[in-house]
Every structure is written in C-alpha cells, then in structure tokens.
C-alpha cells in the first residue's frame, strides 16, 4: 500500500472488506509500506485482485513471519492488527435525488463495499443498532436547511427540499425540521455511546454538534421555521453536549452561509497550488487507533473545500485528537474522539478530489483517481471497527 507498490489503493481496500465477509484471515500492518493488508496466499483472493485491478505480492510463509517479527520489534513504529469481521456500514441519506454527491458513497461504490441507506425514519426506529459504522451525508442537523437561503431560496430543488423535510418531520410527530433533527441527532449520539462508530464530513460534523449544543433552544430564524429565536440563545448553548467542539460563536445571519465560528473557510489564508495539510504521526503499538485512521502512502494531503472545510484549532475540545492539521492556518482538518463506548471522526471539506465542489457539479469520476490519499482516509474508518480492539494507552 505504498505510493510505488499499489496502483489502486481504493480498491485494495475493498478486497479486504472482501477478504473479511469470507470469514478470511487479514491483518493490517500499520505503517509497514503504507499500511499494507497481509491476506491469505488463496487463489480466490488472487483472482480477486487480478479482476479489480489491485496490485498484490505472493511471498512465503517464511516470509510473511520475517515480516512480522520486524514490526514486531520495539525499534519500529509499527504494528500487526488483526481484522475480525467485516462491518455493517450504513449511509444517513435522504431518499431523493439531492443536488450534490457524497465523497463516502462515491468512495464505497468504487471499492466494491456494500452499504445501506437510512434517514431519519429509521434512525428514531432504532434501526442504527443492526449496523457497525454510521456516515453522516451532506447534512445540516439544525434545521437551517444548509444555510442555502441566499444563494438558492429561490431554487426548484431548494423549495422541494424545504417541503419534503416539513412533511416527514410532520409525519414522525415533531412541529419543525429542527425538532425533528434534534430527535435524530439524539439517537445517533446514544447510538455512539453504545458502542457504534460515526464518521461524517463537510456540514454534518459541525451542525450535528450545534444541534445537540442547542437542544431546547430554537436558533432558526422565521424563514426556516416561521417563528422568532430563543432570546439571548448564544448564551445559552450548552457546550457539554457536544462531541468535538467547544466555546463557538453562532452565525445568526440567514444571508450567511454559515453555521458558525467552527468553520475555518472564510477565514482561509492559502491557494489552491499550496494548500495542503498533514497527517500526525502516533506510536502505532501504543495508540492503534490514531495509527489506523492515518495511514497512507504521504503524510501530506491535498486540502479541499465545503461548506464546512476545517475545524478552528482553538474550538476543539482537549479529548479530541487531532490527526490532520494545517498549522500555516491554525486549522484542523481531521479530527477523532471516544464518547462513551463508541467513536467518531470527523472530516472538513466535501470531497477529496474536487477542490471547490459545489451545488449542481458532476461527480468525481474515481477511476481518475486510484490512488487518493484524501479518499484512503475515509476508507481508513471504514475498516477500523473490524480490528480486534486493542486498549488505548494515551
């Protein structure tokens, strides 16, 4: 899974998850050659890579020991991780056609790994807890509606979006989308809690913090729910509710297409021709799971924007690591935590391979681009809840 050895890292991913749903042993060498998966020597496997076109080396028994023992040793920052069971991935997605793509799905149906759909019917049915992994689509959980009112308030897909979250929010029971948001951001934190493992991107990683910093506050102004705010609601927002952030400032403006101070994208300093961030290095035997969300052939990784692009350093809780950062910015790009017996990531910008996508763009077409670190970091979740969980020491 190095840069030379691999010409198609995404898809390489997907053999393991393919690997792993045969009840096939597989083991994931944290930073051995970019984080290389030693998969049995079976022809079906072999096959396997040939078809999707994987590159792949057959070494020995003996070999493979040699190899193990070498990670093995105190010297080496590495580690051998055992990959149990393949995880049961659901996407929170709205049902219709929306005018944007999804880097996650995008990426999943590219590797070959199956997912499922759900939205917020299912969630408040409790249906999260027949899956492993949870990703958070392009989604504004504090029922703003995006905070697209003033580019798009007028747009054919803007009023239908509008109606649609109205009517299932009236069909679940609740007066407002935000209610009805709210409900869904509470199920899936206890979904977290219990022991689930939630990956979002872009909008979804603030607005779901906000939403759950802002129960029992209303923060919509008239034209997305028809009524005033709470009055003083700034003060009011309890920030011990969150997962990642802390001591925000809100965006009360409806014109503004912002959700708040977490955001680093109009506060940018960087071209597109510079801008990158870089992935943190951690003690792959003593902190595993840091070690497993960044592994990747380069340590630096193109920046990409969205609604919400990076993370203000100085708003992230002290128990969140940091895996990728832009210190020329002061930005986070890619953060991680524990709540409760679970875990989260959360992941700025909206796709690794569009620079600026925005509303009405095509898809990114992956068979362009194989071999994606900013995609590999998604794939990176994917497969973490199926490693033999091993005891964080730091």
Not at 112 to 126: K, M, S, W
Request: hydrophobic share 35%.
């Amino acid at each position: 899974m190095d840069a030379e050895g691999q010409s198609n890292h995404l898809k390489a991913y997907g053999i393991t998850y393919w690997s792993l749903e045969r009840e096939l042993k597989v083991q994931w060498l944290l930073n051995y050659r970019g984080g290389s998966f030693l998969l049995p020597n079976l022809e079906i496997i072999e096959r396997e890579c040939k078809i999707r076109g994987v590159s792949y080396e057959l070494i020995s028994e003996s070999k493979a020991a040699e190899i193990l023992e070498y990670i093995e040793s105190p010297s080496q920052n590495m580690d051998a991780v055992v990959l149990e069971k393949a995880p049961k991935i659901a996407v929170y997605s709205p049902k219709g056609n929306v005018p944007w793509d999804d880097a996650v799905t995008l990426v999943l149906t590219y590797a070959e790994i199956p997912y499922e759909t759900l939205y917020d019917e299912e969630v408040l049915n409790d249906e999260l807890l027949l899956y492993d992994w949870l990703h958070l689509h392009h989604e504004d959980f504090t029922g703003q509606y995006g905070k697209f009112y003033r580019a798009y308030r007028s747009a054919a897909w803007y009023m239908e979006e509008k109606r649609q979250a109205e009517a299932l929010a009236n069909k679940l029971g609740y007066d407002k989308v935000s209610q009805a948001k709210l409900a869904v951001a509470l199920k899936i934190r206890d979904y977290v809690v219990g022991g689930g493992f939630m990956f979002a991107m872009c909008s979804a990683t603030d607005s779901f913090d906000i939403a759950l910093a802002a129960e029992g506050l209303d923060i919509c102004e008239p034209m997305f729910d028809g009524d005033g705010t709470t009055p003083g609601y700034q003060n009011k927002i309890n920030y011990a509710n969150t997962f990642a952030f802390t001591n925000f400032t809100l965006e009360r403006n409806p014109n503004v297409y912002e959700f708040s101070s977490i955001d680093m994208t109009t506060k940018r300093q960087q071209p597109k021709q510079t801008d990158y961030f870089t992935l943190m290095e951690y003690s792959a035997k003593w902190d595993p799971v840091p070690t497993m969300l960044t592994q990747n052939h380069t340590v630096l990784v193109k920046g990409f924007m969205g609604q919400t692009t990076a993370f203000m350093r100085d708003e992230i809780k002290s128990n969140v690591l940091v895996l990728g950062e832009n210190k020329s910015n002061g930005e986070a790009r890619y953060i991680h935590g524990i709540k409760g017996k679970g875990f989260f990531t959360f992941y700025g910008g909206h796709d690794p391979e569009d620079y600026t996508h925005r509303v009405g763009d095509p898809k990114t077409e992956l068979e362009l681009y194989p071999t994606s670190p900013g995609y590999r970091l998604i794939l990176n979740n994917v497969l973490f809840p199926a490693a033999k969980k091993k005891k964080q020491k730091t």
